[in-house]
């Protein structure tokens, strides 16, 4: 089984579309493993964010980050890394596939709705960002 890392970003969590897109995430055969609540203040989000430290658009990703609450997740499943990014769809919603939770639910490229690691390393490094290992709970 792999796992990934997933966020429900500030406007998923403003706009009450936590239960549609958690229900969406079931539905794709995703074990929820690790599920809490989160405000991420500048410097957390900084730090999570850190490896777009010098891209344009960092800032502003902060900022929205620490805006609100956001709810991290740790899912489980074969090929979870891919089949997650496949399920959220591409970062601007108005280039994602029908029917991914991007295309569904987010406003813009940055008020996307949801964070989904990019690769199984990274995924590790994510988890254990916000999740120690007694935290997750796995099926018996």
Do not use: W
């Not at 792999?2 to 079931?26: F, H, W």
């Amino acid at each position: 089984m792999e796992r990934t890392l997933a966020i429900l970003k500030p406007d998923c969590v403003s706009a009450n579309k936590m239960g549609r897109v958690l229900d969406r995430i079931e539905n794709a055969g995703f074990k929820i493993i690790g599920m809490k609540m989160v405000r991420l203040n500048a410097a957390t989000a900084g730090k999570f964010y850190e490896v777009h430290k010098e891209r344009p658009f960092y800032q502003d990703l902060v900022q929205f980050m620490s805006s609100d609450r956001c709810v991290a997740l740790v899912l489980e499943k074969d090929n979870a890394v891919a089949d997650f990014r496949k399920l959220i769809g591409a970062t601007d919603p108005a280039e994602a596939e029908p029917g991914t939770i991007r295309r569904e639910f987010a406003t813009s490229k940055q008020n996307n709705i949801v964070h989904g690691s990019d690769s199984p390393e990274n995924a590790r490094i994510e988890i254990g960002f916000f999740f120690s290992e007694r935290e997750l709970v796995e099926n018996a």
